[in-house]
């Protein structure tokens, strides 16, 4: 008989059907996050699971499905998974990075410049039929070609965004990581490494590409922000709650940050409400890597992944990009 799986969410049917050919598959067609009990319950004898950042995987539902082997996150951050847990179970858990790097890039470029150019603002006010008559500073904001674009957490994506302000709008880049970039990375990118301190003191806008986990969580809070340019920009695609929201409603409507760009956010779906209430904020609902193209192969690529964990089709054994590697050769389901 074939191993069970559960696909968590509502993905494209033909990966369903990849699915089929290998695995009893369970499918969720109302798309509706499944509330934790539930998620236990339709785990019960599956050995594997498709799941997005909405799914918490941690030792409790482990726990209760000692026979799952392989969670496969159709995402590139995995902060939904507690992997010391995975690894005290032998369970393999398996991301989709790479794929959506350059489209997650664009999106944050887009996103940091509509910021600067306050896209959103702008747009709100011809909507509302405020639009009267043109003058001269109306929505004036401040340049992205040539300032300095600072990045937090220099993985593919800081790279790719970095490569994007560097060598397409002549941006001088600044970075802080955990790790510096080796030398003839930096210069490709032409990227200076710098302390935290200097990164939120020198950027004109900033971007936030870090994981989150438990030393990002309010990475960017109020002692941050107020060491920030009030003329700078903030622009979030990483996760919420590297930023602490009402610090940076705060600070938006005080007038010590000049607009904020944000596609991640504490609690999300729910949206701080004063953020909702601040004018000069751009806000999107954790789309950056939503392309048609790049949300397939996301897909395709956590099927590989689940297909070939669980000991199936060409890569049988071997993944190909897991989490925790370490938990490798699997017992068997
Ligand atoms: C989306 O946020 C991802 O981690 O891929
Ligand atoms: C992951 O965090 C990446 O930057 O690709």
């Known amino acids: 008989t074939k191993p069970s799986v559960l696909v968590a969410r509502a993905v494209f049917d033909d990966v369903v059907d990849r699915l089929r050919e290998h ?3 369970e499918t969720n067609p109302g798309d509706q996050v499944f509330p934790k009990a539930e998620l236990i319950e339709r785990l019960k004898g599956k050995q594997g699971a498709l799941t997005t950042g ?4 941690d030792g409790e ?3 209760a499905n000692p026979q799952l082997r392989v969670v496969s996150n ?19 858990g398996t991301n989709t990075p790479d794929v959506l790097t350059e489209t997650t890039a664009d999106f944050g470029f887009a996103l940091m410049m509509a910021t600067a150019r306050r896209m959103a603002e702008s747009e709100h006010f011809l909507r509302r039929g405020e639009w ?7 929505f004036a904001g401040s340049d992205v070609h040539g300032a300095t674009l600072g990045i937090l957490g220099m993985g593919r994506i800081g790279q790719a965004i970095a490569r994007r302000g560097a060598l397409g709008f002549g941006m001088k880049v600044l970075y802080h990581n955990r790790s510096r970039l080796a030398p003839e990375v930096e210069a490709s990118l032409n990227a200076r490494y710098v302390d935290k301190a200097t990164l939120l003191r020198e950027s004109d806008h900033l971007v936030l590409v870090l994981p989150y986990s438990a030393s990002s969580h309010h990475a960017i809070g109020a002692a941050e922000l107020a060491q ?5 920009t903030l622009t979030n695609i990483a996760r919420g709650g590297i930023v602490d929201d009402a610090a940076l409603a705060e600070a938006l409507k005080a007038g010590r940050l000049a607009a904020a760009g944000l596609d991640v956010f504490e609690g999300e779906p729910q949206v701080h409400p004063s953020l909702l209430e601040v004018p000069n904020v751009v806000l999107t609902p954790h789309i950056a890597s939503a392309t048609l193209a790049t949300r397939r192969a996301m897909a395709n690529l956590a099927a590989d992944n689940l297909i070939a964990g669980l000991g199936f089709g060409p890569d049988a054994g071997r993944p190909p990009t897991p989490i925790n590697p370490n938990v490798l050769p699997l017992r068997s389901a």
């Open 132 to 138: 009267n008559r043109w003058s001269l500073t109306m």
């Open 74 to 92: 159709i995402a590139v951050g995995y902060n939904n998974f507690d992997v010391p847990a995975l690894d005290a179970r032998g369970v393999l």
């Open 228 to 232: 920030m340019r009030p003329t700078a």
């Open 23 to 25: 695995f009893d598959v």
């Open 61 to 63: 539902v482990l726990a």
């Open 54 to 57: 909405s799914e918490r995987i």
